[in-house]
């Protein structure tokens, strides 16, 4: 089992920038891909950027890409979402997940989830 606690959310302009992090407990955070997901309101919960337990493979979202940069540091047991040219339609609740079973990097199961943090991107 592990618990995991975003912040980092917030409140920006159009064009502004934020970094989400996402701190894990326990000693087995290095083994498990990570995940951040997101769901705007009215909408399904989607993948915007995923990284495998090594960080050598990272998956993105069309839309998030050249934008966003998702990042991990095992010693710190924290993974990292950079988010920078925000837009109005990045605004949503956004969760780490954590995949325990190394699944392929890209995919929409996973087995842990963090509580969300809120992103509002302003026009």
């Known amino acids: 089992q592990v618990q995991l606690v975003e912040s980092g959310g917030g409140l920006v302009q159009a064009g502004g920038s934020l970094r989400l992090s996402c701190a894990a407990s326990?000693?087995?955070?290095?083994?498990?891909?990570m995940g951040w997901f997101r769901q705007a309101p009215g909408k399904e919960r989607e993948l915007a950027a995923a990284i495998s337990w090594g960080g050598g493979t990272t998956y993105y979202k069309d839309s998030v890409k050249g934008r966003f940069t998702i990042s991990r540091d095992n010693a710190k047991n924290t993974v990292y979402l950079q988010m920078n040219s925000l837009k109005p339609e990045d605004t949503a609740v956004y969760y780490c997940?954590?995949?325990?079973?190394?699944?392929?990097?890209?995919?929409?199961?996973?087995?842990?989830w963090g509580q969300g943090t809120q992103v509002t991107v302003s026009s």
């Open positions: 326990g000693r087995t955070f290095s083994r498990y891909n």
């Open positions: 997940a954590a995949d325990r079973l190394r699944r392929p990097v890209g995919g929409n199961e996973y087995d842990y």
